[in-house]
């Protein structure tokens, strides 16, 4: 019997959990040949994702280089993967979600007429530069994509719009969920003092995320005063700010939390006890896209801190609100959920929207179905 060739292409430490649970799985499907390419986008984040799961690539591009910019990015990995895939040749080519790893790999497999899947397709926020570039690089993939893995509904409704074949997309949920939970422990132990010191069932406790580059300068600014004056405004309440690797972000974040004995400027966290602290908390504050759909999937709400987002489903079935970057509302909404048990329970107790831990099945299943009686035979398509 041949095997349907798969080569999964990501870059960055998000790719790498929402791929992840994806590669076991066609690792283990004896009608899948899987083939791991990391371009290395994100250099350090990115090993402790595959390390976590035990993912050996057998491509490394290892691109990241220090102060890089997006054409570097796109320039290398294009450039990279021209010999990857001429010695491999894959049926299809994985690539997921909005990186710029995502949108080169999507075009260096165009030029060598090898088919796109897209697993997380058809997200959009309505704005090309928010969240910038991510929201451009899913729409150019989208328009490569022969395949669209779209988690929901709603992403099946906008690549409709965009005159993408329906028998072109597959809804299955959202990857996030199913890596999400393989590594959830009730009883998880942090082996970090800042994190485990903390009473979490005496104090309200806040995760804060933010470090976007819409956000760099004065949004930022203002989102950190907010917190800062909720700490200052309410007893009990503890922030955990697991602090992104670029300078700006750590820098503002010091000047101004940083003489704050209950908001916890902490190094980032690996997935695993991301994930976990993500369970032992009360809010999540944070401007990342992957979070809004894992919180709601573990009972915790969201403050949205961008003006805009492309995973609507989550404010429509009322896990997350987007409340922007105005310091004031920042503050007011924060309070809100910090004082008002009503509001916390219904934002708490929402319907996850972004599916059961199935997705993985869902994707390797429509592969085989659709596609692997014609291996090969769909180069041209």
């Known amino acids: 019997m041949n095997k349907i060739k798969v080569m999964t292409v990501f870059g960055t430490r998000p790719e790498a959990i929402k791929m992840a649970p994806l590669v076991k799985k066609m690792e283990q499907n004896e009608k899948i040949e899987s083939i791991v390419c990391v371009t290395a986008q994100h250099r350090e984040m990115l090993d402790r994702v595959l390390e976590i799961f035990d993912i050996e690539p057998k491509y490394d591009l290892?691109?990241?280089?220090?102060?890089?910019?997006?054409?570097?990015?796109?320039?290398?990995?294009?450039?990279?993967?021209?010999?990857?895939?001429?010695?491999?040749?894959?049926?299809?080519?994985?690539?997921h979600g909005d990186t710029t790893t995502t949108f080169s790999a999507s075009l260096a497999a165009f030029y060598n007429k090898v088919p796109v899947g897209h697993v997380e397709a058809g997200l959009r926020s309505g704005n090309i530069y928010s969240p910038y570039p991510e929201e451009m690089n899913r729409k150019l993939t989208g328009m490569i994509s022969s395949i669209h893995f779209a988690p929901t509904v709603g992403n099946k409704a906008n690549l409709l719009r965009e005159n993408v074949d329906e028998d072109k997309i597959c809804i299955t949920g959202n990857t996030v969920i199913d890596a999400l939970l393989s590594v959830i422990d009730e009883d998880y132990k942090f082996n970090n003092k800042d994190i485990d010191d903390i009473d979490?069932?005496?104090?309200?406790?806040?995760?804060?995320?933010?470090?976007?580059?819409?956000?760099?300068?004065?949004?930022?600014?203002?989102?950190?005063?907010?917190?800062?004056?909720?700490?200052?405004?309410?007893?009990?309440?503890?922030?955990?700010?697991?602090?992104?690797?670029?300078?700006?972000?750590?820098?503002?974040?010091?000047?101004?939390?940083?003489?704050?004995?209950?908001?916890?400027?902490?190094?980032?966290?690996?997935?695993?006890?991301?994930?976990?602290?993500?369970?032992?908390v009360d809010i999540i504050l944070t401007d990342s896209g992957g979070i809004q759909e894992e919180a709601p999937a573990i009972g915790k709400p969201v403050l949205v801190l961008r003006n805009e987002t492309e995973r609507p489903e989550a404010v429509e079935a009322g896990t997350a609100r987007v409340v922007g970057v105005d310091e004031e509302t920042v503050y007011n909404e924060t309070n809100l959920l910090i004082r008002d048990e009503n509001e916390y329970s219904k934002m708490s107790n929402a319907v996850n929207?972004?599916?059961?831990?199935?997705?993985?099945?869902?994707?390797?299943?429509?592969?085989?179905?659709?596609?692997?009686?014609?291996?090969?035979?769909?180069?041209?398509?």
């Open 62 to 95: 290892n691109i990241m280089k220090h102060g890089q910019t997006i054409t570097d990015v796109t320039n290398r990995v294009l450039k990279e993967l021209e010999s990857v895939i001429a010695n491999d040749r894959p049926d299809i080519l994985l690539v």
């Open 200 to 280: 979490y069932n005496n104090n309200k406790v806040i995760l804060l995320t933010c470090h976007r580059r819409e956000n760099w300068g004065k949004p930022m600014e203002d989102i950190f005063k907010a917190i800062k004056r909720v700490v200052q405004d309410n007893e009990n309440i503890e922030v955990i700010f697991p602090m992104h690797l670029n300078p700006k972000v750590r820098e503002c974040a010091r000047s101004i939390m940083g003489d704050m004995d209950k908001i916890h400027l902490i190094e980032p966290l690996d997935y695993e006890p991301f994930a976990n602290l993500m369970n032992k």
């Open 353 to 381: 929207p972004y599916g059961d831990g199935k997705a993985c099945d869902r994707i390797i299943e429509y592969l085989i179905t659709n596609y692997g009686a014609n291996v090969g035979k769909m180069k041209n398509s």
